[in-house]
């Protein structure tokens, strides 16, 4: 009588299509607890991005529950905020506002507002009020308006996203053919919704120019409303209670009208 073949390959082959998935999430969930010499370790890892943003997002949640022992990590998370990566930098100042007594931490999110990823120049205005510092007012107050997104690259539009479309930071919006005859992906540096073009497919565009401008999301809208109730001046005023325009939501139209009133109310009017 033949022998009946033994299943326990299919099981191993099987048992492997679940535990390395998990083991994959489970390595890079940024939920997983790091020891101190791993948030070291992790904060050091310039190849590896993603370390050093589970390590920034640990070291986050050790200073807002006021552990002390996180402050070894001060200089580390300093100079996060100045990698060549800006999602590392946009992290890293959501990071020091959480402890707004920091000296280095506030001379550092004042360092930021020269960014040039305007995601960067947010955080760091958005942070900086918890620091009482209305520098990165301007800021906020270009987070109220359109953003004109401009092309980094010369060359011809071969494709571009419709008006009305909503995108994330890193959605594509257009392809640009250049000189050599490759095609680039030009993708919103912001989150928004594309409110109107000022190139439409065929043109010919230059390193820098307008492409097309994008009118902020809710969320954002709502950041910056909140950050000008405590930083706001009166000059300020139609751009909050112009809100309504952008999104006419009731929780952006409450958010705006709490706003104007505590802008008011510092400015004695």
Partial sequence: MARRPSNIWLIIVA???IVVPFLTWYFTWFGRDLSEQDIATYLADEKNPRHIQHALLQAEQRIEHGDQSARKFYPQIVA???SAH???RKTAAWVMGQDNKS???HRALIDLMKDDDPLVRRNAALQLVRFNDASGRPELRAMLQPFDAKTPIAGTVVSLLPVGNAVRAGAMLARIRDSSDNVAEFRSPVDGVVAALAVKEG???QSG???NSITPDRATLLNALQALAYVGTKDDLPLVEATAKLDAGAET???ATLTAKAIRSRSGQ
Avoid: P
Wanted: aromatic share 10%; proline share 0%.
């Fill in 86 to 88: 800006a999602e590392i």
């Fill in 253 to 255: 139209t409450q958010q």
């Fill in 209 to 211: 120019q307008t492409m």
């Fill in 103 to 105: 000296d280095e931490f």
């Fill in 203 to 205: 043109d010919s565009v």
């Fill in 80 to 82: 996060a905020s100045k």
């Fill in 15 to 17: 048992g492997l299509f």
